[in-house]
């Protein structure tokens, strides 16, 4: 493909990508596939370059461009080398022309920006758009951190199970992936799953469990004894739990499918029964948009009430599911106060006997009844986290 050529290839991504945010469509990721899939014409070269300015000109705008050309255009006004592409070749963009709208440059949407937790600064915000590194859990029941030879990684700075890769590596084609040695996992996700508390011999529900990223995580915190009960109401994320526990020789977690505002009946059965309960709930995702930029287009503001109505409901049904003394833990990938600090506040004003107890940890800084971990401050993923001990 020539230069303009793979410019207007990312034009009309991009615009695929606007119309999916708006509609509830599809991630970026999966129609770059997509695209490709179609385009066998288009080399390796010609794909990494392509994708490279999709992600570039997401990065820059935190309103929804007005179409992919216009989010170009944006980006094209800070890299000299993208306006020589608009040429009116016959594969590339046509010409610009006064009057063309061009994106402009910004962090996060406008409407967002007062309803971050107090702590993020204009500097934390834009640090949401940094690069991610990439971050695998040590799966202690299979290896050691120290004893395990992976080229070019290094000890992730913050937690003890964690190790930084270099930008690229082919994970799941390791030696050590297939043996269950490791994990991808952030480091701010390791360490909201130690903030858990979980040990052997503990019956712990993972509420929200997805894939079982964090289950997975706390049954090597409680080295593989006890029960590990992962729910979820998305039968395809849960289903992809089962396979990744045998990889990494885990043996105590099962999956309990939920149907949504049915979840307490399919819960009857441990209700008040747990030592611990976690609630990964659905959020914004605003402390993962260095991985997920194109999240900021999707978020709405009906949307976000939709989740802080979801999260405050979860937190109830959480409440009853633990033992008394147990633990309940509140996790979310989101900066924002009202899926922080402002959840954390409601749900101790509505639950007086369920004491708010600071997480065992040191990382972040204190939020609220919380701790906070940001890009910025932790390099890590955005994420809060609170804990409540249930009542006598
Ligand atoms: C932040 S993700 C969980 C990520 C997961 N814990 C991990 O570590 O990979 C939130 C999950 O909540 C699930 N969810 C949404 N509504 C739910 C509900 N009513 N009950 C339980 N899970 C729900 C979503 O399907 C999603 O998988």
Redesign the pocket.
């Known amino acids: 493909m020539t230069p303009a050529a793979r410019a207007q290839a990312a034009i009309e991504l991009l615009d695929q990508i606007i119309t999916a945010a708006r509609t509830e469509g599809a991630a970026a990721d999966t129609l770059i596939a997509r695209y490709f899939k179609t385009r066998r014409y288009a080399g390796s070269k010609d794909r990494r370059a392509v994708r490279d300015i999709v992600y570039r000109a997401i990065r820059r705008s935190g309103e929804v461009p007005a179409s992919g050309r216009a989010a170009l255009l944006g980006l094209a006004g800070e890299d000299p080398a993208l306006p020589a592409l608009f040429d009116g070749s016959p594969h590339g963009p046509t010409q610009i022309e006064a009057g063309d709208e061009a994106a402009a440059a910004s962090a996060a949407p406008k409407w967002l920006l007062p309803r971050f937790d107090p702590l993020l600064d204009d500097a934390e915000i834009a640090a949401l758009l940094d690069r991610a590194p990439l971050d695998v859990r040590v799966n202690r029941l299979r290896a050691t951190r120290d004893a395990l030879d992976i080229t070019g990684a290094e000890p992730t700075p913050l937690s003890p199970i964690g190790l930084r890769l270099p930008e690229g590596t082919q994970v799941e084609a390791s030696d050590a992936w297939t043996a269950g040695q490791i994990e991808v996992q952030d480091e701010g996700?390791q360490l909201v799953s130690i903030a858990c508390g979980a040990a052997p011999g503990m019956t712990v529900v993972?509420?929200?469990?997805?894939?079982?990223?964090?289950?997975l995580a706390l049954a090597a915190e409680m080295d593989n004894s006890g029960r590990i009960i992962a729910?979820?109401?998305?039968r395809g994320?849960l289903s992809r739990l089962p396979e990744r526990a045998v990889r990494g020789g885990i043996t105590i977690a099962e999956t309990r499918l939920?149907d949504?505002?049915r979840?307490a009946e399919a819960l009857a059965d441990i209700a008040g029964a747990a030592d611990v309960v976690l609630i990964?709930?659905?959020?914004s995702g605003t402390g993962t948009w260095r991985r997920n930029p194109e999240a900021r287009w999707r978020l709405t503001p009906e949307r976000l009430e939709r989740l802080t109505l979801?999260q405050a409901?979860?937190l109830d049904?959480g409440a009853g599911l633990v033992r008394p003394g147990g633990a309940l833990v509140y996790v979310?990938?989101s900066l924002l106060a009202e899926e922080g600090r402002g959840q954390a506040d409601a749900f101790t004003r509505r639950r007086s006997s369920f004491v708010s107890e600071l997480p065992p940890i040191s990382w972040g800084r204190p939020a609220g009844s919380g701790r906070l971990l940001t890009p910025a401050h932790d390099r890590t993923d955005g994420f809060f986290v609170a804990r409540w001990r249930a009542p006598c």
């Not at 993972?206 to 289950?215: F, M, N, R, V």
């Not at 729910?231 to 998305?234: E, I, K, L, R």
């Not at 990964?280 to 959020?283: K, L, N, Q, T």
């Open positions: 996700s993972d509420l929200c469990a997805g894939a079982g990223g964090k289950s729910c979820d109401t998305d994320r939920l949504p505002r979840e990964d709930a659905p959020c979801l409901r979860l049904l979310t990938c």
